[in-house]
């Protein structure tokens, strides 16, 4: 074996005693619920979208589709055009501006004259609050 071989599996173990990588038993998945179940009008859509033609059995009724889609965006169809770039090549990644200028709560609070344990004790009372108004709503 290679040195950067060995190196690379050296790096993809835990040190003793790190359970970080145990996280789920030997052979089950971390996802438990597995790939999501297809709804009824997706099912629907596969299945009548791979059926054939009727007036071209060889051919389905996606590849038509398709073809429909390619003659309209070489019409000049923007719209046509776009969605097969999106389902080709993916959408494309869109910028986001973030402001990422934190204040720390203890700041602000000390700008209004609260202290530190004012806020705490506010902060209990509303998750209380929170905790009984979900509590009665499971009780309606």
Known sequence: MRK???KQAQKNK???GNNLGKKFPKGESGNRNGRPKLTKLTEALREQLAEEMPNAPERTIAEAISRALIREALKGNVQAAREIADR???KPTQKLDLDLQIND????AEKY???E???IREAKLL???SALDSSSAECD
Do not use: L, M
């Not at 709560?105 to 602000?108: A, D, K, M, Q, S």
């Open 4 to 6: 950067t071989g060995a």
């Open 14 to 16: 835990f040190p003793p």
């Open 88 to 90: 080709t090549e993916g």
């Open 105 to 108: 709560w203890r700041t602000e």
């Open 113 to 115: 004259g609260v202290t």
């Open 117 to 119: 344990a004012d806020v």
């Open 127 to 129: 998750i209380a609050e």
